[in-house]
């Protein structure tokens, strides 16, 4: 069974579209993260949801919206995709919030987004 | 956020140990060290991380110089699956939600 899970690998969408990524970790972990990596391979944290609720909101266009529906799930809903959005997603969780752990972020395989 | 260098790129021989640096010359006294690895096509991974001691583990050992001002990722024995990129990164104890900031890392070719 895949710790953390990402649906889906690769996804190819025209600009303006309106499109989600979904995560979902298996390990009962309470924190859960979204990342991007971009062509430059610079990975970058977006946001932070603690048992549901969000901890962390990096500058981040309105248009990306992260909902955790439990605490298992964390899924990212981009609105209107402009070309600048194509990137690799990362989720990742963690045990608890990185202060009261071991820092060890779990991370999944990562969803290819490409914006035409 | 404490920032770390290293060198871009690394090459190793298989079955040779590597010894990947990182500089962290503004660190804090409540600053961890931490490193993580990315495999190609694959999400980052946790190596090690420590604070004051140098640390051991399955994957690799973690030699943090006496001052901290820079650590060391050792890899005894490089193997084929080792090529990727190491990303050595500092993360505070202070209380409050905290976040990983990754930067450029260090890509490591292993060769046969």
């Known amino acids: 069974d895949t710790a953390v899970s990402q649906t889906p690998k690769y996804l190819v969408t025209q600009m303006g579209n309106d499109k989600s990524i979904k995560c979902e970790q298996n390990?009962?972990?309470?924190?859960m993260y979204w990342y991007k990596q971009d062509s430059k391979k610079f990975l970058k944290i977006m946001f932070s949801?603690?048992?549901?609720?969000?901890?962390i909101n990096e500058t981040v266009p309105n248009r990306f919206s992260p909902k955790s529906p439990d605490k298992a799930h964390l899924n990212l809903h981009i609105n209107s995709l402009e070309l600048g959005d194509s990137a690799v997603y990362f989720c990742?969780?963690?045990?608890?919030?990185?202060?009261?752990?071991?820092?060890?972020?779990?991370f999944g395989e990562g969803s290819r987004l490409t914006v035409l | 956020d404490a920032k770390t260098t290293q060198p871009n790129s690394m090459e190793s021989n298989e079955e040779e140990p590597v010894h990947l640096p990182c500089n962290h010359s503004?660190?804090?006294?409540?600053?961890?060290i931490h490193w993580y690895r990315q495999l190609p096509s694959q999400g980052p991974e946790y190596v090690i991380h420590?604070?004051?001691s140098n640390v051991n583990n399955r994957m690799a050992s973690l030699a943090i110089a006496e001052d901290r001002k820079s650590s060391t990722l050792i890899l005894h024995r490089a193997t084929l699956r080792d090529a990727a990129v190491y990303y050595c990164?500092?993360?505070?104890?202070?209380?409050?939600?905290?976040?990983?900031?990754f930067g450029t890392g260090t890509r490591l070719l292993v060769s046969p």
């Open positions: 390990l009962g972990h309470d924190t």
């Open positions: 990742a969780s963690s045990p608890t919030p990185l202060a009261s752990n071991t820092g060890e972020l779990f």
């Open positions: 949801y603690n048992n549901k609720e969000l901890i």
């Open positions: 420590g604070l004051t």
């Open positions: 990164i500092l993360r505070s104890m202070n209380t409050g939600f905290q976040k990983l900031v």
């Open positions: 503004t660190i804090s006294g409540t600053d961890y």
